[in-house]
C-alpha cells in the first residue's frame, strides 16, 4: 500500500474506534433504558390491574350485599322490608342486580324485573357446575371403601339441608350474549312466624337461597373501569383452568390474547367461593407492547445520528490537526521572514502613531480640532488661568444656520464640504489672535480665546466670526449665503470647570437662537434662570391642554369700503396659572422642541371650527364670514394634514370657504416641492389659502405662481403706523396692483391709524386688519364684530392694548390627534 493511502487510511482510523465505543456504548444504554422503561410500564399496569380487581372486588360484595338484604318472595316480603330499609339503594342498583329465591323444592320464586328464563339458566348452570364438582370430587376418592361412599353420599344429601347450606358465586356464565355473574346465600326462616297456624303452608318446611345476579357490562361500567384502567391499555377478564394450562376469556378489549400481562386475581367475598374451578383474574398489557417499537427505532435512531455525528467530528478534528501540524511547518519557516518585516513596520507604526494622533484629536473633514482636544484645551487653559490671574478667557460657540436643510437638499457630504469652508474662513480671520479653534458638532464650532483682553473684544470677535460668512459659498454649484448664531461666555473666575463654561456658552447659543435681531448673545447670570423659567415652562405646557389653559383671540378683518368685519384671524395665548397670560412666543418655541406643538395645533384647527360653526347658527343666514389659522412650513410636511381638515370641516358641518390658513413666504423655501403638494390638495379640499407677511422676506414673485394662494398680506414694513410716505405709498400701491393683476385678493396688515386706511382704499386695497378696526379680542367680542353692520363699533373695545406688536401667530408643524 502506497504512502499516502495509508495516510488517507489513518485519519479514518480515530473516527472508526470512536464509532465503534459510541455503538458499544449507546447499545448498552438503550438495552438498560429500554429494559426499565418495560420494567416501568410493567410496574404500571400491575397497579392499574390491581386496581381494577380491587373495583370488581367491591362490586362482587355489592351483589353480595343484595342477596342477603333482598328477598323477593311473596312469603318472606315483611320479613325482609326492614333490612331494605336499612340498606341504602339507588335506581341504579336496582336496575343494574337482580335477585330471586331459589327453594329446595326446585321452585324458583322471581320478581317482576327477573326473566324466569335467565333464573332458570342461572339455576341450571349452579346445579351443573355443583354437580361436576361432586363428580371430581368422587373420580379422586376412587380407590376408597364402600363405607366411605356411604357417607360421602349422606354428605351429599345433607348440604341440601338449611343447616349445611353454604355461600357461593357462580360465573361468569353466558346467557346469550351476555356473561353474568351471580351470588347466592341461604335463605333465613320468616321473620314474625308464632306458630305453625300463622304460618303458609309451606311457609316452615321451605328452604333455598336468595340469588342476585347482573351482568359483566353493568359491573364493569358501575366499577368504573375506564378511569382505574388509564389510556392505552387492552385488558381481559380470564379465568384459569387448573387442569391445563389454558385460560378462558371473558371480557376483553382485543381479539388476540394478551401476550405476558400483568395480573391481578379477584378474590371472592369473604365466606364466598367460585363455584367452579380456576382463579378470576384481571389482566392488562399496553397496546404498544412492552418494549415499543416506535420508542425502541427511535433510540436506534438517536443513536446512529449520535454515532454518526460524533464520527465525523472525530474525523474533522483529526483532518485540522494533520493540517495545523502542516500549517505549523510552513509558520515556522515563514517566521524569520516575518521578524525582518516586522522590524520595517515597526519603524513605520511609529511614523504612523503622529498621524493615529492627530486623527484622534481633529476632525476628519475640516481637520480643525475635535471636541475632546477642545475641552482638554479648555481645561488645561482653565488649569494656568487659576495659577495667572488677570486676564480673561473666552469661550464661543458657533451654529450654523439651515445646515440640516442643506444636508436634506444637497446631500450629507454637500453639509461637510460647507463646514469645511466655513472653518478655513473663521481660521483666515483668526490667525491674528491665539485661539483654538475645533468642531464642536456636525453643525458648530467652538472657539476657545485664552486671553480674550477687554470685554469689547468678544463681540468684536464675534462680528468678525459674522464677517467672515458674509460671502456667498460655492457648494455643488450652488452658491448659498450662510449666516450663524454665535453663544459668548467669559471666565472671569478660576473656580469654574470646563463642562460649567461649556454649559454657559451653551444657554446663549440658544438664547441667540431664539432672538432674531441678536445674532450674537454673551451670556449672563439672568440666563440660568432663564433656563430654568423655560423647563419651568416646558413642565406646565404639558398639561395647558388638559387644564384648559389655551385660549384663542380673535381680530377682524375689515371691508375697507363698507368698514364691516368680514372675517377675523384666529390668535392663540396661554392663561399660565402664575405668569399670567403669554404671547405665542413666550411658549410655542418651547413646545416646538418638546413635542408638544402638534397637539396644540390641531386643538387650534379643531376649535376654530366648531366657533365657526356655533357663530354661523347664531348669525343671520346671509351673513357670511370666515376664520383664518396661521400654519408654518414645516406643518405641510404632515401627509395627513388635507384629511384632517376635511375631517373636522364635515365633523362641525361648516363649507370649506369659512376657514383659510395663512402661511409666510419665509418657511415655503425649506421645502417647495412637498409644501406645493400639501397646498394643492388643502386647495382641492375648498379651503383658501393666504400668504402671509408678503414684502417682509425673500418676497420672491415667484411663489405667488409656484403655490395656489388665493390672498396676499402687505406686512408694516410697506404700510407705515401713521401717515405713509411717499416712496412707502407707492411700493404698497405697486403691491396692490401686482396683487390683483395675478388674481389674489390683498388684505393690508397692521393698520394702526384712519389716514393709513383711506390711503389704503384709494390704492384699490379692499381689505384691512389692525388696531385701527380692533385689536384682538374674546370670542364673543368678536361675534359681535361680525354682526355688526358697520365699521363704527370695530374702532374701541379692545381686550389687549395697541401696542401688541403684531398679532400674527404662527404655528410651527406636525398636527397628531386632538388631545
Known amino acids: 500500500m502506497s504512502r499516502p493511502r495509508l495516510k488517507r487510511s489513518a485519519t479514518w482510523l480515530p473516527a472508526l474506534v470512536v464509532l465503534a465505543t459510541v455503538t458499544a456504548a449507546g447499545s448498552r444504554l438503550v438495552f438498560l433504558s429500554v429494559q426499565q422503561r418495560a420494567e416501568e410500564a410493567r410496574a404500571a399496569a400491575q397497579a392499574s390491574a390491581a386496581r381494577c380487581a380491587n373495583a370488581i372486588e367491591r362490586q362482587l360484595e355489592e351483589l353480595v350485599s343484595h342477596a342477603s338484604t333482598r328477598t323477593p318472595s311473596s312469603s318472606s316480603r315483611a320479613a325482609t322490608s326492614d333490612a331494605r330499609a336499612a340498606v341504602p339503594d339507588s335506581r341504579t342498583a336496582i336496575s343494574d342486580f337482580k335477585v330471586f329465591e331459589w327453594l329446595d323444592s326446585g321452585r324458583i320464586v322471581a320478581p317482576g324485573d327477573v326473566d324466569p328464563a335467565v333464573a332458570r339458566a342461572i339455576v341450571s348452570e349452579w346445579m351443573a357446575t355443583t354437580a361436576s364438582g361432586a363428580s371430581a370430587s368422587g373420580a379422586s376418592a376412587a380407590g376408597a371403601s364402600a363405607s366411605g361412599a356411604s357417607a360421602a353420599g349422606a354428605s351429599a344429601r345433607s348440604t341440601s339441608a338449611p343447616g349445611a347450606r353454604t355461600a357461593g358465586l357462580l360465573g361468569p356464565m353466558r346467557d346469550g350474549s351476555e356473561w353474568l355473574i351471580a351470588a347466592r346465600v341461604p335463605l333465613a326462616a320468616p321473620r314474625g312466624i308464632v306458630s305453625p297456624q300463622d304460618a303458609a303452608p309451606d311457609a316452615l318446611t321451605a328452604g333455598g337461597w336468595a340469588v342476585a345476579f347482573a351482568s359483566l357490562d353493568r359491573l364493569f361500567a358501575r366499577a368504573k373501569l375506564g378511569r382505574a384502567l388509564g389510556p392505552g391499555n387492552d385488558f381481559a377478564l380470564v379465568q384459569g383452568d387448573p387442569d391445563s394450562d389454558r385460560t378462558r376469556v371473558f371480557v376483553a378489549s382485543s381479539t388476540e390474547p394478551l401476550s405476558r400481562p400483568a395480573l391481578s386475581q379477584i378474590r371472592p367475598p369473604p365466606g364466598f367461593a367460585f363455584a367452579s374451578p380456576g382463579a378470576l383474574s384481571f389482566e392488562i398489557r399496553p397496546r404498544v407492547g412492552w418494549y415499543p417499537t416506535r420508542t425502541l427505532a427511535t433510540d436506534i435512531g438517536l443513536l446512529a445520528l449520535i454515532g454518526w455525528l460524533l464520527t465525523f467530528i472525530a474525523h474533522d478534528l483529526t483532518q485540522r490537526t494533520q493540517r495545523l501540524r502542516a500549517s505549523l511547518t510552513t509558520t515556522r519557516q515563514q517566521l524569520h521572514a516575518a521578524n525582518q518585516r516586522l522590524l520595517r513596520e515597526i519603524e513605520q507604526r511609529e511614523r504612523l502613531q503622529e498621524s493615529v494622533d492627530r486623527a484622534r484629536f481633529h476632525d476628519a473633514f475640516t481637520g480643525l480640532p475635535n471636541r475632546r482636544y477642545f475641552m482638554d484645551q479648555l481645561d488645561r487653559t482653565l488649569r494656568e488661568f487659576r495659577a495667572h490671574r488677570g486676564r480673561r478667557i473666552g469661550v464661543f460657540l458657533v451654529d450654523i444656520d439651515r445646515f440640516q436643510l442643506i444636508n436634506e437638499t444637497l446631500g450629507h457630504t454637500a453639509g461637510d464640504e460647507l463646514m469645511v469652508q466655513a472653518g478655513r474662513r473663521f481660521q483666515r480671520a483668526l490667525a491674528s489672535a491665539p485661539a483654538v479653534l475645533a468642531r464642536w458638532g456636525g453643525d458648530q464650532f467652538a472657539l476657545l480665546v485664552p486671553d480674550l483682553g477687554s470685554s469689547d473684544a468678544a463681540p468684536a470677535l464675534a462680528g468678525a466670526l459674522q464677517d467672515a460668512l458674509r460671502e456667498p459659498f460655492e457648494v455643488r454649484r450652488h452658491r448659498l449665503g450662510i449666516t450663524a448664531r454665535i453663544g459668548m461666555s467669559c471666565v472671569e473666575s478660576g473656580r469654574q470647570r470646563a463642562e460649567d463654561v461649556m454649559r454657559e456658552a451653551d444657554v446663549a447659543l440658544s438664547m441667540a437662537k431664539r432672538q432674531e435681531e441678536h445674532p450674537c448673545v454673551a451670556y449672563s447670570p439672568a440666563m440660568g434662570g432663564d433656563a430654568a423659567s ?229 390704492m384699490g386695497c379692499r381689505f384691512g386688519q389692525g388696531n385701527f378696526f380692533c385689536a384682538p379680542v374674546e370670542a364673543e367680542e368678536a361675534l359681535a364684530c361680525l354682526s355688526a353692520q358697520t365699521g363704527g363699533a370695530l374702532a374701541h373695545g379692545h381686550l389687549e392694548s395697541a401696542t401688541d406688536d403684531s398679532p400674527t401667530l404662527i404655528l410651527p408643524a406636525g398636527l397628531i390627534s386632538e388631545p
Open 534 to 762: 423655560l423647563v419651568s415652562l416646558e413642565a406646565d405646557l404639558h398639561v395647558a391642554l388638559e387644564r384648559r389653559e389655551l385660549k384663542l383671540l380673535f381680530q377682524p378683518i375689515v371691508d375697507l369700503h363698507g368698514r364691516q368685519a368680514v372675517g377675523a384671524e384666529a390668535l392663540l395665548r396661554w392663561r399660565h396659572p402664575i405668569e399670567g397670560l403669554l404671547r405665542p412666543d413666550r411658549f410655542l418655541p418651547i413646545a416646538e422642541e418638546a413635542g408638544l406643538i402638534l397637539p396644540i395645533t390641531r386643538w387650534t384647527v379643531r376649535r376654530v371650527c366648531r366657533l365657526a360653526s356655533e357663530w354661523r347658527r347664531r348669525l343671520p343666514p346671509e351673513r357670511d364670514f370666515y376664520l383664518s389659522v396661521n400654519l408654518s412650513a414645516a406643518v405641510l410636511r404632515d401627509p395627513e394634514l388635507s384629511d384632517y381638515v376635511s375631517g373636522t370641516l364635515a365633523e362641525t358641518e361648516i363649507p370649506p370657504q369659512a376657514l383659510k390658513f395663512e402661511l409666510n413666504e419665509g418657511g415655503l423655501i425649506s421645502n417647495v416641492a412637498g409644501a406645493r403638494e400639501t397646498l394643492e390638495r388643502l386647495r382641492r379640499t375648498g379651503v383658501e389659502l393666504m400668504l402671509d407677511d408678503f414684502g417682509t422676506g425673500y418676497s420672491s414673485l415667484n411663489y405667488l405662481q409656484l403655490f395656489p394662494f388665493d390672498y396676499v398680506k402687505i406686512d408694516r414694513p410697506w404700510i407705515g403706523e401713521g401717515q405713509p410716505a411717499h416712496g412707502g405709498t407707492s411700493l404698497a400701491s405697486a403691491m396692490v396692483q401686482l396683487a390683483s393683476s395675478l388674481g389674489l385678493t390683498p388684505i393690508a396688515e397692521v393698520v394702526e391709524s384712519q389716514s393709513v386706511a383711506d390711503a389704503l382704499e384709494e
